[in-house]
């Protein structure tokens, strides 16, 4: 056991500390700090340990951070959401579950809007939840409609977790925006499919709404929903389409999204100087835990790697003999066992650096990986025994909400993520396609 490097205790480390309560971001900091004194010395660890945080300083890609968090924070304290909602259930409230569809399109839009999955599942399910649960809504469709449709952040560009993912990959972040796109379609596609058909096949789990509730003209009810969803409608296609289209870059279309989350809070009369302080407070709040983690994964990942990290896991993998394939499902099974842990931003921060280097030689196109694994963080997002996805809702649900009722809603869910995930690996065209056309 002695002549196994250092590195080798870091993991379980880090780990001890999290399951004994410490933050994610100091327990990464720790044993970074701890780590790192036997291979500079005491006198050079805190000189070293700042040049790992002064690389994080310099990335001008995560300057896009707290734009988009204060774009989906001011989007989240205006009436938008609540207009957005009623707008899709004049649409698809007649349909079989149409309060879960109107959801599950209200998360698809929002999630475009913000990039941060639990603001999206907080805000769309304080809208929705009563809602359904007026109707007599199944709370296992309740609870799976509500976590899924909030994990489509993970997915819908703008996405944070895309823009930490390229940037800690150096891969472009407009490719991985785009690479995102049509696999996060096939899933609300999957999405709107389950709900639709097992409410067609189980009336009793998403009665009926009142038919009274979308008796109006025409007219009127295309006047409603131009002025609830147009508006917002706009504000994503013009950041979304402008890094797709490379008319700018991430950060710049992060600073026209906030400024224009302001102007469509004046547009409908919504903009108040306590909300948009409240947006502020938030956003440095979220900007600080995520960057903290961003830090911490930094150092964590530097010094295993110079604690003899990075010829551990090259022996290990070449002791296993995989072929491309093989390293590839080992890699996603360890982002999703971990992303099942951890949060998502260690995920990407510790396994990323890591795995990167095998790529290249095993003839595995880098940002189809990354679209697989980004999926995979998504998955683990609904997964057991973290699931984060559960305890926002069980933040935001009635005290009847079981937290059985809520495993059994999400599984259906976390199967169509697992066939987007099969659909872009076996289809990489998916992934790489629409990149390809955007350069």
């Known amino acids: 056991m002695s002549t196994l490097p250092l590195a080798v205790w870091m993991f379980p480390a880090a780990l001890t500390l999290i399951f004994v309560g410490m933050p994610v971001s100091l327990s990464l900091i720790v044993v970074a700090i701890g780590f790192s004194i036997p291979f500079f010395g005491i006198d050079l660890a805190g000189l070293q340990l700042y040049r790992f945080i002064g690389s994080v300083a310099n990335n001008y890609s995560l300057a896009a951070v707290p734009l988009f968090i204060f774009m989906g924070a001011?989007?989240?304290?205006?009436?938008?959401?609540?207009?957005?909602?009623?707008?899709m259930k004049l649409w698809l409230g007649r349909l079989p579950g149409g309060l879960a569809l109107a959801t599950m399109a209200?998360?698809?839009?929002?999630?475009?809007?913000?990039?941060?999955?639990?603001?999206?599942?907080?805000?769309?399910?304080?809208?929705?939840?009563?809602?359904?649960?007026?109707?007599?809504?199944?709370?296992?469709?309740?609870?799976?409609?509500?976590?899924?449709?909030?994990?489509?952040?993970?997915?819908?560009?703008?996405?944070?977790?895309?823009?930490?993912?390229?940037?800690?990959?150096?891969?472009?972040?407009?490719?991985?925006l785009a690479?995102?796109?049509?696999?996060?379609?096939?899933?609300?596609?999957?999405?709107?499919?389950?709900?639709l058909i097992y409410c067609t096949l189980k009336p009793s789990a998403a009665p009926k709404v009142d038919p009274s509730e979308f008796d109006m003209p025409l007219s009127v009810k295309l006047k409603i929903s131009v002025r609830a969803i147009i508006p917002p409608l706009i504000l994503v296609v013009s950041v979304v389409g402008s890094i797709l289209m490379g008319i700018a870059a991430v950060t710049e279309a992060a600073a026209v999204g906030a400024a224009g989350a302001v102007i469509l809070t004046i547009v409908y009369r919504d903009f108040n100087w306590k909300s948009t302080w409240e947006a502020a407070i938030k956003t440095i709040v979220i900007t600080s835990m995520i960057l903290l983690i961003v830090v911490g994964g930094t150092m964590f990942t530097s010094v295993f790697r110079l604690q003899g990290g990075g010829q551990l896991v090259n022996e290990v993998v070449r002791a296993l003999g995989l072929g491309p394939t093989g390293l590839l499902l080992l890699f996603l099974a360890i982002v999703f066992v971990m992303g099942a842990l951890l949060d998502w931003v260690s995920v990407v921060l510790i396994c990323i650096p890591l795995f990167m280097p095998f790529l290249a030689p095993s003839g595995i196109d880098p940002l189809w990986f990354g679209i697989l694994v980004i999926i995979m963080i998504q998955t683990s997002y609904l997964t057991p025994p973290m699931a984060p996805s559960i305890f926002y809702l069980r933040g935001i649900a009635p005290p009847d909400f079981r937290t059985v009722e809520?495993?059994?809603g999400i599984v259906p869910f976390v199967i169509c993520q697992v066939v987007t995930g099969m659909a872009v690996y076996l289809w990489p065209a998916m992934a790489l396609w629409l990149p390809s056309v955007m350069r």
């Open 106 to 176: 209200m998360c698809a839009l929002f999630a475009a809007g913000t990039g941060i999955v639990g603001a999206v599942e907080v805000m769309v399910g304080l809208l929705a939840i009563p809602a359904m649960v007026a109707n007599k809504y199944d709370k296992g469709l309740i609870s799976g409609t509500i976590c899924a449709g909030g994990s489509l952040g993970t997915m819908i560009p703008p996405s944070i977790v895309v823009i930490i993912y390229a940037s800690v990959a150096q891969l472009p972040v407009g490719d991985l």
């Open 74 to 87: 001011v989007l989240e304290n205006s009436g938008i959401g609540k207009r957005v909602f009623e707008a």
């Open 179 to 195: 690479g995102t796109l049509l696999p996060a379609l096939l899933m609300v596609v999957l999405f709107f499919g389950y709900i």
């Open 406 to 408: 809520m495993y059994k």
